[in-house]
């Protein structure tokens, strides 16, 4: 029987500060559902600190580089300590966005036009006519990422700076405009639609997606029947097709414009969904009549080794 639950939060990354709230919202949840939990801010000794604390699960609130491309769960596989969420091969494809686009081509999953490109190309010419869409291929939480709006004459020089800290290659891909939509799935579940409209920047950057006010997320999403089927559909298949477990949440452009092109593409499959306040995923799942407290508990009881 699960009583101990070791919840791994914080860590190396960029994203850290996001982590500990998604972290300890999860902790609280646990508690109130009776498991004993250990608060763990992961450093580099992690595996001599699970091996002390001998946990029955972890449950991984981890965000960003080292949290969610596989690393941790290399860690937790040779201490065959059961973990939630996505395995090692799951979790890496996702997180290095240039992989994953291989993945969906390979199963018919539609994903923008792209290449990848060194950041220093980048910075030199536009790589893409613009619009376009310029993204380290392995951040999370919008980090480093620009639109390249039409008219531009060059391309964004930041990516030239000294402290640049997001890697040398980038993902260029083509704008989509028009909404942008996400999907969580459970397990083989998914879940409900929500359009996410950003109200402190143009579009969904880190400010809109983790300060109070910064979106409204609009669920369900008041999109046509169709495409609301269209998108779950697409979240299960993206979410099969790099092998994820536990909880995913894939996010997507819809062109419905009067002159658009009608396009609904996947941008990326988030294995580590964010789990604050203002988190989406817990939202979905309590769209779908399931508490937050349920949903920790449904984490820890899917946790497992060999994911």
């Known amino acids: 029987m699960i009583r101990h639950v070791a919840v791994l939060m914080g860590g190396l990354s960029s994203e850290r500060g996001v982590s500990l709230r998604s972290g300890e919202a999860c902790a609280k949840a646990l508690e109130g559902e009776g498991f004993v ?21 972890a449950l991984n609130a981890l965000h960003g580089p080292g949290g969610e491309d596989g690393i941790i769960q290399g860690v937790l596989e040779i201490l065959r300590i059961p973990y939630t969420h996505s395995g090692v091969l799951a979790s890496a494809l996702a997180a290095h966005k240039d992989k994953a686009k291989i993945i969906f081509a390979a199963a018919g999953v539609p994903a923008p036009e792209g290449k990848v490109v060194t950041r220093f190309e980048a910075a030199k010419a536009h790589v893409l006519p613009p619009p376009y869409v310029l993204k380290p291929v392995s951040e999370g939480s919008s980090y480093g990422v620009f639109i390249v709006k039409q008219g531009t004459s ?129 939202e979905m799942a309590a769209f779908a009549g399931i508490t937050f407290g349920e949903l920790v508990r449904w984490m820890v009881d899917d946790a497992s080794c060999d994911r």
């Open 37 to 57: 939990v250990s608060r763990v801010d992961v450093g580099r000794d992690i595996a001599q600190v699970l091996a002390g604390l001998k946990p029955d699960v």
């Open 154 to 282: 060059h391309p964004p020089q930041e990516l030239l700076r000294a402290d640049w800290a997001h890697g040398d290659l980038m993902l260029a891909e083509k704008y989509i405009a028009g909404r942008e939509l996400t999907c969580a799935v459970l397990g083989e579940r998914p879940l409900g639609v929500t359009e996410i409209k950003s109200l402190s920047s143009e579009w969904y950057d880190f400010d809109s997606k983790y300060a109070p006010g910064g979106s409204i997320h609009e669920l369900p999403a008041k999109v046509k029947g169709n495409i609301y089927q269209k998108v779950q559909e697409l979240a299960l298949k993206a979410h099969r097709a790099l092998g994820c477990r536990g909880i995913s949440r894939t996010d997507f452009r819809y062109d419905d414009r009067p002159e658009g092109t009608g396009e609904l593409v996947v941008l990326e499959v988030n294995t580590q969904p964010g789990m604050t306040e203002t988190s989406l995923a817990p």
